[in-house]
């Protein structure tokens, strides 16, 4: 796979970069998923009646990737119910009736580590996530065989409107240099990149000054080009080595982490206190005082707009994340994620579109894409239902980052095609294998 610096420029937007985090009162009530990460569902552990407090293991881990899901308030559980996923699909939810006070579970104790394989399972009960929106379960990147000589932390943030990431690397440094260097004591790391985007001076002023106190640590100010960010594009950007189709960060010795997900990896090192609570960007032309809000999870993103003045009309579409890679929301009674990483409400002027046209073929599609795969050609072959086509345009190597229909003239669907694109090849590739099982 051919790399190099492509992508689009947008508009920056960061309204609230320099808005230090506001921590919101106790919600009322709480909804934590049981799907708040890629992989198998946590398997609930509690019942209806039930008293928890904050930290409370709600569901368990159930299998390797997978992560453990805690109560973010002290309360009642109210119900243990099925609820439907903005994927259409069901899974289990935990809704608890908070009682205000905020009573931290009293089994809640500072983790032991001492060794490799401590620090993995530390991570692993912390419940903790990819937080820059992927949510992959972090302590199965630590818990690998390969050989890793590299930590790259992404401090890129390049989706307009978040700045959650950059206000923790300003707010949360020591808690990052502590999981650093407790990672860096069981894997002897060659060196340790921090890749922040050049129009975040402030953060890469704060993240510098980690590199004063450990000569392992460099900063690499990076274009501000999206999606920079992308892993597969950062690990390149900051290490020059390229990640194979198919292949994961570790097979290029590489463990890459969002700066979030290292400051809460140092917090919960000194305290025990498991993945409770998010710092959110809340922005959009909808909302009336943008700002960086910590918030429990599983609070309704209704409650944190409301926390932020409300709105300054009905908006006409709310977002989980950023108008790039976001997703839509159906209503505002919908939670907060453990990888909610902002909230974003846009206005009628916002949402509006032009008009879709058939495609020119102007390439700019392909030119732009950071991988340089055939966005145009994708469509056709989907449209054809080719699915041998589209394995030959390596359709599965799009990360949905959405270049192609910012940049496309014509307006055309192109993210929702190569989403459509990549799950027609999966199914094909699944009866493929059921076929010769």
Request: one cysteine or more; glycine letters at 8%; a positive charge.
């Amino acid at each position: 796979m051919a790399f190099s610096l492509k992508g689009i420029h947008v508009p920056h937007r960061k309204n609230t970069a320099d808005m230090s985090p506001v921590r919101m009162p106790a919600p009322k009530m709480v909804t934590l998923l049981t799907t708040m990460h890629i992989g198998k569902p946590a398997k609930p552990v509690v019942k209806v009646g039930d008293t928890v407090s904050v930290g409370t293991l709600v569901a368990e881990q159930d299998g390797f990737i997978s992560s453990p899901v805690y109560s973010s308030v002290s309360g009642t559980v109210k119900s243990v119910a099925d609820t439907l996923l903005s994927n259409g699909k069901m899974a289990p939810a935990i809704t608890i009736e908070s009682d205000g006070e905020m009573t931290p579970d009293a089994s809640i104790a500072v983790p032991q580590v001492n060794s490799k394989e401590d620090f993995i399972e530390a991570v692993k009960k912390s419940g903790i996530v990819g937080l820059g929106g992927a949510g992959f379960p972090t302590y199965v990147k630590f818990a690998t065989d390969k050989k890793i000589d590299t930590l790259v932390i992404n401090g890129a943030e390049c989706e307009p409107y978040i700045t959650s990431d950059s206000i923790t690397m300003l707010e949360s440094a020591d808690d990052i240099l502590l999981a650093i260097e407790t990672a860096d004591k069981y894997f002897n790391f060659d060196k340790v990149i921090i890749g922040i985007e050049k129009n975040k001076p402030s953060a890469i002023a704060k993240m510098n000054e980690l590199s004063q106190k450990n000569s392992k640590i460099q900063v690499k100010v990076l274009p501000s080009i999206y999606p920079q960010g992308g892993e597969k594009v950062l690990v390149y950007h900051t290490t020059g080595r390229t990640i194979a189709v198919g292949q994961l960060p570790a097979d290029a010795g590489c463990i890459v982490c969002n700066s979030s997900t290292m400051a809460n990896i140092g917090k919960y090192l000194q305290t025990g206190m498991p993945l409770v609570e998010k710092v959110v960007t809340v922005d959009g032309g909808a909302v009336k005082e943008p700002k960086n809000v910590i918030v429990a999870i599983g609070t309704p993103i209704g409650e944190v707009f409301d926390f932020c003045g409300g709105f300054n009309g009905e908006p006409e579409k709310v977002i989980y994340g950023g108008p790039m890679m976001g997703v839509a929301v159906p209503d505002l009674t919908v939670p907060v994620l453990k990888q909610t990483n902002a909230l974003v409400a846009f206005n009628k002027k916002e949402t509006k579109t032009a008009k879709t046209t058939a495609c020119i073929k102007c390439g700019k599609c392909t030119n732009h894409c950071p991988f340089g795969i055939n966005p145009a050609a994708i469509a056709k072959a989907y449209n054809n239902k080719d699915a041998e086509m589209l394995e030959k345009l390596g359709a599965d190597i799009c990360m949905l980052c959405g270049c192609c229909a910012f940049i496309c003239p014509a307006k055309r669907p192109l993210v929702e095609t190569n989403s459509l694109a990549k799950s027609m090849l999966a199914a094909e590739r699944a009866k493929k294998k059921e076929g010769n099982a």
